[in-house]
Nanobody, 125 residues
Framework: QVQLVESGGGLVQAGGSLRLSCAAS????????MGWFRQAPGKEREFVAA????????YYADSVKGRFTMSRDNDKNTVYLQMNSLKPEDTAVYYC??????????????????WGQGTQVTVSS
């Protein structure tokens, strides 16, 4: 089993920054990929960013490219999402997710095996 715990959400003004963290515990030695997704009220969950563990390739949704940066700390089994130049449309619950086997595309939420509880990000205009 794997436990994922997100933190770092909050209320910020437009143009501000937040850094989300996702700490993994349990079966972490065979991580294939980790991703960040978000869900705004009344909308479907959408892909934000992902990292493929072995080659450290990073992937971003077009809506966040150039503003968000995903990174990892192997020693802490933690991934981060640095969010800059935040916009009101970034308001959502942000979830991290982990995948433990090969998948060709990292952008589909149903491919992931484990999920955190989510952390709320609210951007005021």
């Amino acid at each position: 089993q794997v436990q994922l715990v997100e933190s770092g959400g909050g209320l910020v003004q437009a143009g501000g920054s937040l850094r989300l963290s996702c700490a993994a515990s349990g079966r972490t030695f065979s991580t294939y990929a980790m991703g960040w997704f978000r869900q705004a009220p009344g909308k479907e969950r959408e892909f934000v960013a992902a990292i493929r563990w072995r080659d450290v390739n990073l992937y971003y949704a077009d809506s966040v490219k150039g503003r968000f940066t995903m990174s990892r700390d192997n020693d802490k089994n933690t991934v981060y999402l640095q969010m800059n130049s935040l916009k009101p449309e970034d308001t959502a619950v942000y979830y991290c997710a982990a995948r433990y086997a090969f998948i060709a595309r990292l952008t589909r939420d149903y491919e992931y095996d484990y999920w955190g509880q989510g952390t709320q990000v609210t951007v005021s205009s």
